[in-house]
């Protein structure tokens, strides 16, 4: 089987098991509805019980169409950081954006107890955390911009990104520390991350930024392919390397700021679903990766989200741990079985 006829299984598999995970994720919850209905109420048919309808496209259908819009742009982000630091440690918040919308939620959350008053919200709902997380990843995204005219050196911009995000968390643990037990934990509740709290409005919105994100990527894929190999070898293609660098930086701005703002920093995605995908895919060619993180983030992230609602009951665990705890022995196995990393 020649290389081409190979992707083409691999990415037909991935979108079968995309389609498996997705009808999975909508089908089970805290409610039980059996699958056979999950399908008619899809489908635009009657089924016995009339809360299924709204459970099902009021709730579930919104957090899956999430869990895969999260997945699929953390993934895209992590591999955009990776191969312009040409480094595979980095991921879709090393520049701070992530860190930068976290401390918009903050100052939202508990600025009035650092401030006495002077910032007093009573009107925090996910609608306004998700303006407040947009202006701060916004805000920074501006200033890594702006730090990008002025350097050359993209490694030293990796470090200054390094250093905003090390900023505001210093300032979001200031807070922290002056802030009630109520507004603390909010916060706290707010840093898990969640994909089940979107409507679809702003799942629409969220859509929009994603879409951009990914159209931004597509106009890299020569440039990224190029800086695998080193800038000098860029330039003598003729890639514009500021130009493709500002449109980078860009690209993972609105990715990682758009999806922490509206569903919370989630971790580890963004790092292991390059990689992962690399392995699987044996290449390093950015048209194949880039759709291939796409989907294959997707998965990953409704998996994590089946497993974080707890079928059968009420309670739903924090998705930042389970993308860790899931995500990372397979990442560790998988390494260890290859015996090498695909960069």
């Known amino acids: 089987m020649n290389t081409q006829k190979k992707y083409r299984l691999f990415f037909v598999l991935l979108l079968l098991a ?62 955009l950081m990776q191969t312009l630091f040409r480094n595979p440690l980095a991921g879709p918040f090393v520049l701070g954006i992530s860190s930068g919308a976290s401390l918009g939620a903050a100052l939202l959350i508990m600025g009035s107890s650092l401030f006495s008053g002077m910032l007093s919200f009573t009107f925090v709902n996910d609608l306004s955390l998700a303006i407040a997380a947009s202006v701060g990843s916004f805000l920074v995204l501006l200033v890594v911009m702006i730090v990008a005219v002025k350097i050359k050196d993209t490694m030293a911009l990796l470090i200054i990104g390094l250093m905003f995000g090390s900023i505001t968390t210093a300032i979001v643990s200031i807070l922290s520390y002056f802030t009630n037990a109520e507004k603390l934990r909010q916060y706290i509740y707010w840093s898990f991350g969640s994909v089940g709290n979107l409507s679809w409005q702003q799942l629409l919105i969220l859509l929009t930024i994603i879409l951009a994100g990914v159209l931004l990527s597509i106009i890299s894929i020569k440039p990224l392919n190029s800086l695998l190999l080193g800038e000098n070898y860029a330039r003598s293609l003729g890639v ?43 290449t390093t060619d950015h048209k194949v990766l880039v759709p291939a ?51």
């Open 18 to 79: 995309l389609l498996v995970c997705l009808v999975i994720n909508i089908s089970l919850g805290s409610v039980s509805i059996p699958l056979k209905d999950t399908f008619y109420v899809i489908l635009g048919n009657s089924v016995q019980n009339d809360s299924w309808n709204n459970i099902i496209w009021n709730y579930r259908i919104p957090k899956a169409f999430t869990a895969i819009l999260v997945g699929s742009g953390l993934a895209l982000s992590g591999l």
């Open 240 to 282: 514009n390397l500021k130009r493709s660098r500002y449109i980078i930086i860009l690209a993972t701005g609105l990715l990682a700021g758009g999806i922490t703002a509206f569903a919370g920093p989630i971790a580890f995605i963004g790092l292991a679903v390059p990689h992962l995908t690399r392995q699987i895919f044996n």
């Open 293 to 343: 993180v796409l989907v294959y983030g997707a998965i990953l992230m409704l998996i994590c989200d089946t497993i974080a609602q707890l079928p059968a009951s009420v309670n739903v665990l924090p998705i930042n741990a389970i993308t860790s705890i899931i995500g990372a022995p397979v990442v560790i196995w998988l390494l260890v079985r290859k015996k090498k990393m695909i960069f």
